[in-house]
């Protein structure tokens, strides 16, 4: 079992910044595929940035050039950067990790961002 804590969301005027942390509980963190998502009110879940155990990146088109994310293997703990914030990224964001095997999908609890216009 894995833990997920995510920290660092808030309020923030249009144009600014947050930096969104997620502590894992498991030691073999590197062995994680970690990726974070977004669900604003009334819509899909959906996935924001993914960094894969190797460090492969993906970002979904509307963050790219916006949002970075990066991981520390010694502390356990995925980040995300975001820049530029507009009014359409206001969501709740969740953490995620995913671990081919033993198989195992994780959430945390997620945690509020909100920008203001």
């Known amino acids: 079992q894995v833990q997920l804590v995510e920290s660092g969301g808030g309020l923030v005027q249009s144009g600014g910044s947050l930096r969104l942390s997620c502590a894992a509980s498991?030691?073999?963190?590197?062995?994680?595929?970690m990726a974070w998502y977004r669900q604003a009110p009334g819509k899909q879940r959906e996935l924001v940035a993914r960094i894969d155990r190797g460090g492969s990146i993906n970002y979904v088109d509307s963050v790219k050039g916006r949002f970075t994310i990066s991981r520390d293997n010694a502390k356990n703990t995925v980040f995300l950067q975001m820049n530029s914030l507009k009014p359409e990224d206001t969501a709740v964001y969740y953490c995620?990790?995913?671990?081919?095997?033993?198989?195992?999908?994780?959430w945390g609890q997620g945690t509020q961002v909100t920008v203001s216009s």
């Open positions: 498991r030691s073999i963190f590197s062995n994680y595929h």
């Open positions: 995620n990790a995913v671990i081919s095997f033993p198989p195992g999908n994780y």
